[in-house]
């Protein structure tokens, strides 16, 4: 089996699954719930419909520190070896707080949908066989993401837009105290095809990138992103945003100097 590594501690995984007296540290994680409410039971029951995610069983192991944690394991398929599982788990400290990881698994934390999209958007990446593309592009399974406009889903949907690929739904970890880059924080980016009027920019393979960190709410980081939180469907290019038209400026030079953009018809 895959070890689970955690910041700071790798967890040991004992052979041969839960012991009697583990049930009680085990029956308190899956009282642990989503952001939506859902318990981690109803999360693994409705993924395995959509992902490659076969549910294997539950284990206890104790950590460096001293805590427990509790571990569940999981594979791609039916016949896939225990060397080939994956696992989440569960830090469990002396308070009682339940502590979520590795990083791949946050998405969880969001729902049943975030994870299944995170997980199928790995086996696209991976060339995964099979992988279940009617899932990652159905705006509906976005509506997790909320905007000042509605449910970011929805909002995709009365646009008249299509979503391709890449998806990303991701948990982006900060290592250290030192690091200046993002970290800690959700991120959500997809690619779509608008079919309205606009800029093509948008309109054709526009990027949407929103992110939130722990405890907060969810903030467009691109452009398009920016649109769809501050305008209603239909109205999205109805107004010339400066920033966006320097930022685009500035692109179209680069382009020229590289040679990558014509100057005259």
């Known amino acids: 089996m895959r070890s689970l590594i955690f910041v700071g501690f790798v967890v040991v995984l004992s052979i041969g699954g839960a012991r009697a007296d583990d049930n009680g540290i085990i ?3 899956k009282t642990w719930r989503a952001q939506d409410g859902e318990t981690v039971e109803q999360i693994i029951a409705k993924t395995s419909r959509v992902a490659h995610f076969v549910p294997r069983g539950w284990d206890v192991a104790k950590t460096e520190g001293g805590d427990e944690s509790v571990v569940f394991s999981w594979a791609k398929h039916k016949g896939d070896k225990a060397d080939d599982e994956y696992t989440f788990g569960w830090d469990v400290a002396k308070d009682g707080k339940l502590t979520l990881g590795p990083p791949y698994a946050k998405p969880m934390e969001l729902g049943w ?3 299944a999209l995170s997980l199928i958007a790995s086996e696209v990446t991976d060339e ?3 992988a279940n593309l009617r899932f990652l592009h159905d705006p509906a399974n976005f509506n997790f993401v909320t905007t000042p406009q509605g449910k970011l889903g ?9 979503i391709g690929d890449p998806v990303g739904v991701d948990y982006l970890p900060k290592l250290d105290e030192k690091q200046t880059e993002k970290g800690n924080l959700w991120r959500v ?4 095809d608008c079919n309205i009027p606009g800029p093509r920019y948008f309109t054709h393979d526009g990027i949407i990138i929103f992110e939130m960190r722990e405890g907060q709410e969810w903030e467009p980081q691109s452009f398009f992103a920016k649109r769809i939180a501050s305008y209603s469907p239909g109205s999205w290019f ?4 400066p920033k966006e ?3 685009l ?3 179209r030079k680069v382009w020229r100097q590289r040679g990558l953009l014509r100057t005259s018809p």
């Open 27 to 29: 029956d308190k994680v």
């Open 113 to 115: 949908q975030a994870l």
């Open 128 to 130: 995964e066989a099979g």
């Open 154 to 162: 929805d909002l995709l949907r009365i646009g008249r837009c299509a």
């Open 189 to 192: 980016q997809i690619s779509v």
């Open 238 to 241: 109805d107004r010339a945003e």
């Open 245 to 247: 038209q320097e930022a």
């Open 249 to 251: 400026d500035v692109a």
